[in-house]
């Protein structure tokens, strides 16, 4: 997504190899008009494949899947990060380990909404090492529901979120794919 | 706003005198479409109030502000909530007791989103206590910036954020003020 990698190389900010700040139109500030964008596409690659619900991750996923399922005209399902694990009917939970913040959550998701059957989108703003989607995926699987499809914003394609995932099974599009960066370059997949 | 009423009556659960569930529709599953009208409705009430920001705090003010952005083309900014207090030039921070949880959060806005001058409507899913409002109001004002507006799409106005946030000097505008709640029974001021 051509507007995406611009705005990316124009704000986005590259600080070693391994962070890139995006906050001033991603995670901290948002641009309406971008993320409407961001939706936009996801609802493009993805309208063929019977998508019933999107889920994502709060916090940071969830403005462009609230976009996309806008554009595809679906409900939208937020993942919680819960700190404790609880055993009940009610609840899907599955531990995911966070890279960045060193410690691990509950991924949790109310059972009420999504169902056998369901056809998800999952979409999330980063890919990196692939455990918040992993863990996502099994969320819903858990649910009895199909992953039909992911959806990333930003991916770092020189971490191994993306083997990971197709090792699992799935197929993640990403609207940019990052292949390098030091502090100051990023440079994008051709 | 009659829609979002209705919306409460028929799918919202009052479990006692103080707990609304409206997890299917505003806060863990998101309906779009309600969603956009809220954002529109946001946008009706404040369009004269030369809005330049919108600022929540993550992560169920998220899909709200971000409708009300989009309708009123201007920037959103999400306010964190850090475990940890940080004394940098590059942030403002307060602390804000959460009633929910019975725990203390730094809301936290780096410096560069919100300046001087900006003229900022603060936008939440749910006014209770008031803590959180007051709390993002004195961000606001820290990062030099007005409080043009309070939108919030839930009141419970049979406690005191209300009368807090007058107090202060603040004018919040709800989308759906509670009177009066019970296990089963939600009544809405007249």
Redesign the interface.
């Known amino acids: 997504m051509e507007l995406l990698k611009q705005r990316i190389l124009t704000d986005g900010k590259a600080l070693n190899s391994d962070v890139l700040l995006v906050?001033?139109f991603i995670?901290?500030?948002?641009?309406?008009?971008l993320?409407?964008a961001i939706g936009d596409e996801f609802a493009r690659l993805f309208k063929d494949q019977g998508i019933t619900h999107i889920v994502t991750i709060?916090?940071s996923g969830?403005?462009p899947a609230?976009?996309a399922?806008?554009a595809m005209?679906?409900?939208?399902?937020?993942m919680?990060k819960s700190i404790s694990s609880i055993l009940s009917e009610e609840l899907h939970q599955t531990p995911v380990y966070s890279f960045t913040k060193g410690t691990t959550y509950q991924l949790t998701l109310?059972s009420?909404?999504i169902k056998k059957g369901d056809r998800v989108l999952f979409i999330d703003d980063f890919l990196a090492n692939g455990e918040a989607a992993l863990g996502a995926a099994r969320v819903i699987e858990m649910a009895g529901a199909t992953v039909a499809g992911m959806g990333i914003v930003i991916e770092k394609a020189f971490q191994p979120g993306r083997e990971r995932l197709i090792q699992a099974g799935y197929a993640p599009i990403s609207l940019a794919r990052i292949s390098y960066m030091e502090a100051g370059v990023v440079e994008f997949e051709p």
């Open positions: 906050d001033s995670n901290h500030q948002i641009d309406p008009p993320m409407q709060e916090s969830i403005a609230l976009m399922a806008i005209d679906v409900p939208m399902v937020i919680k109310k009420q909404f």
